[in-house]
């Protein structure tokens, strides 16, 4: 029997439940000499600054450089590469950043605070961070639709200082990449990567300003160096593969969701494309689709890969089990190709993104919808949310008593007591005596 | 020359920049001892579940259960608890949570979209988490306020089933904790502790439902357990030990701030309790506060070895440098026991908690203003927040497109095809055919 493009499951069949699980189960290598490698340049990046983030790039990315300043590239020259690429291409990155502007502008939160009748003052002091850094991957992994992602929600914020590392090796400029870095607002940018860039961020170094948090991709190397900082300093998530979960009610054209789901196998051999729906012919077509448009692909060898190790197709008895299903995979990308996709949502627990109805395949929100396109992986879409303004904005709690708060002092004073914290109590007592 | 009580520093002297970072480092002990012995308790507990746990349980806490169900306290046992105790505590307790539940409601987020002009919906769908796990401390530790600071944000975000474990080494348990936990509405207690209760909240076992996020203190072993169990569920921060600084014009009675830096002091003897002011001779009269009212103190040995090696009185030039420095530290708890708070306010960067006033001190907050007192230590709160709903809520994206949005779908494609994501921008293509 020639082998299957794609899984093929019935979640009314017996051992389903294992089956799903061994196609969901997927852990982080790690790995110790990675570990220890990076252990080592976070080391030497905190005692020696420049010199060990100059020295590791001379070694890593082949760096002539004589000094870190040679290696920042001054806003101009983000500018100057906006400005020199092909206007088409301009015209669509600036449409999706006005568009993600203006939806992230949603997410905002404002300081808030409410007086009791004794004069009591509660409420909460909300602020941008001061300095974000955002790490953007050389090499095939740099899209400039990340820069747009990670960038203007820390700009919404009102972060007032951003400050962007991408790696360079041999000198070799993305100007795609450094175009977005313009149109998203990039205060700094320094063309250093790795371990060390992470480094230098979480601690500070000479040249390079410490900032408060650092979002952004990269590969095992930057996510060890990113494990180890924290901490010192505020973490995205820790990505894992990227996933898509389609539920269809048979009804969409089967080549719109095998192209869907090829939109997610193409990403990288351990991407994860699941389709539910409760029409199994629907399901011989989009097989159908599947084995005549992958030779089609010009990536067709990873999204060969991915599809046929991780992807699935499965059977579900009707759209309530498929809802449930939804529920135990968390996905992080959920399409919901079908006629009332509003129907649903009320029932949809856990998702990074939901997509509704069959013109919204997720490519859309990946670059130009406006929500963001960093989302919780691997099911932690059960407590996580989408990268936002949220993440770079935090709050402090506001409290003001007055001498009315004679209430407040004696239950301060008594619940102090009974955990043994007399001072406590008595910083009480002091301002409102006990009877 | 007598060793003095505290640090006097002053921010003008040479080499203050120096003495100020010795007095602030602090780094958690890491410990491959521990590190081993809780990989180990973990893996046991994610392959043998329930047998595992009762194993741990009945080896560092002597219980002489047969069976993990038997560590189960009935809700009934909570309110029992509640029942038993002092009036007066009892009375306390339920202002406390009162005025918690108050303040938190405050930050309850909901749902939101807007639509555009040809159809395009867009929005976040907010829900809270479907199951919280709650570490609570045995022994000394074992705080009821903690129990309701951590329990009823979860509560009011709506989460439907909060599960809580505590050590009960020798099968004690603590009345008080019981009685805070039948007041916070959590909705199943089991009697477990140390990393085998963080695995199995995380895990899941038998007997013990896998929770989505886990919050609350702990010592070591907890600390490590959490942090090996990242990324499999959601955790709340890893706090530093506790502090304090306040800023004062010179003008509040220097015994009451005596008593604000020893009720940080007497947490533990990591506890650093910092003071700012101008006046110099407030400065010596605080001082002279605290040798006075040291040896009245229940925990005076913990207090003298806490302000002696951690604790600062900083003369500063003027209020202008108090900010600067505030905003340096980022502390946890911040007193502003100044005639005008609110005028210093909009430059207070970082802080967890700011508490204003002559008549505000920390201990309110600790208990029963309504404020969390879970805050972000070590200078965090540079980027970090209080806890609160928001960390108990997550948020899932939602895009609906229409047939007529095929200028989303060009600007997807043509910036697909600038990152050679060819599936991607088809799938958008085959909805709205490139012209």
Redesign the interface.
């Given at each position: 029997m020639a082998e299957s493009i794609i899984h093929r499951l019935n979640a009314d069949a017996e051992g389903f439940d294992a089956e799903l699980d061994a196609l969901l189960a997927w852990e982080?290598v790690s790995d110790a000499a990675v570990a220890n490698a990076v252990e080592s340049i976070v080391e030497a990046v905190k005692t020696r600054g420049d010199d060990a983030v100059l020295d590791y790039t001379r070694q890593f990315d082949g760096s002539t450089a004589s000094s870190l300043s040679e290696l920042e590239l001054p806003t101009a020259r983000l500018q100057q590469a906006l400005d020199a690429i092909d206007s088409?291409?301009k015209a669509?990155?600036e449409?999706?950043a006005e568009?993600i502007r203006q939806?992230h502008a949603?997410?905002k939160q404002e300081s808030?605070s409410?007086a009791e009748a004794d004069g009591?003052?509660?409420?909460?002091?909300i602020?941008p961070?001061?300095r974000a850094g955002l790490y953007v991957p050389g090499g095939?992994a740099a899209?400039?639709?990340s820069v747009l992602m990670n960038a203007i929600p820390a700009k919404v914020a009102g972060v007032p200082e951003l400050i962007m590392v991408s790696p360079t090796p041999g000198g070799k400029l993305n100007e795609?990449v450094l175009a977005a870095a313009a149109i998203a607002g990039v205060d700094r940018f320094f063309a250093i990567g790795g371990a060390q860039a992470v480094a230098a961020l979480a601690y500070g170094t000479e040249t390079i300003p410490r900032v408060?948090?650092i979002v952004g991709p990269g590969n095992i190397y930057v996510a060890t160096a990113k494990r180890q900082v924290f901490?010192q300093?505020?973490l995205d998530m820790?990505a894992g593969p990227s996933e898509i979960l389609v539920v269809c009610d048979g009804k969409t054209?089967p080549?719109?969701i095998a192209?869907?789901l090829?939109?997610q196998?193409?990403?990288d051999e351990d991407a994860q494309s699941i389709l539910i729906s409760p029409d199994p012919a629907f399901l011989d077509a989009v097989e159908q689709s599947l084995e005549r448009l992958l030779p089609t692909?010009?990536?067709a060898a990873i999204?060969g890969v991915s599809l046929r190790e991780r992807g699935a197709l499965v059977q579900v008895a009707d759209m309530d089990a498929a809802v449930e299903l939804v529920n135990r995979i968390a996905p992080e990308h959920?399409e919901l190709s079908v006629e009332s996709?509003?129907a649903l949502?009320p029932n949809?627990?856990?998702?990074?993104?939901?997509?509704?109805?069959?013109?919204?395949?997720?490519?859309?929100?990946?670059?130009?919808?406006?929500?963001?396109h960093v989302?919780p992986t691997?099911g932690?879409?059960?407590?996580?949310?989408?990268l936002?303004v949220?993440d770079f904005q935090?709050?402090?709690?506001?409290?003001?008593?007055?001498?009315e708060?004679s209430?407040?002092?004696?239950?301060?004073?008594?619940?102090?007591r009974?955990?043994?914290?007399?001072?406590?109590?008595?910083?009480?007592e002091?301002?409102w005596p006990r009877k």
């Open positions: 982080a088409e291409l669509a990155l449409h999706a568009r939806y949603h997410q808030w409410y009591t003052v509660l409420g909460q002091q602020r961070l001061d095939k899209y400039p639709s795609v408060d948090k901490g300093v505020g820790i054209d080549d719109w192209m869907d090829f939109s196998a193409e990403h692909l010009e990536r999204a959920l996709p509003q949502l949809i627990r856990h998702a990074g993104a939901i997509f509704m109805g069959r013109y919204t395949p997720e490519a859309l929100g990946d670059y130009c919808a406006g929500p963001n989302l691997s932690t879409s059960r407590f996580s949310s989408p936002g949220y935090k709050r402090s709690s506001l409290i003001q008593c007055s001498a708060a209430a407040l002092g004696h239950t301060a004073s008594v619940l102090a009974s955990e043994s914290l007399t001072a406590h109590a008595r910083s009480a002091l301002r």
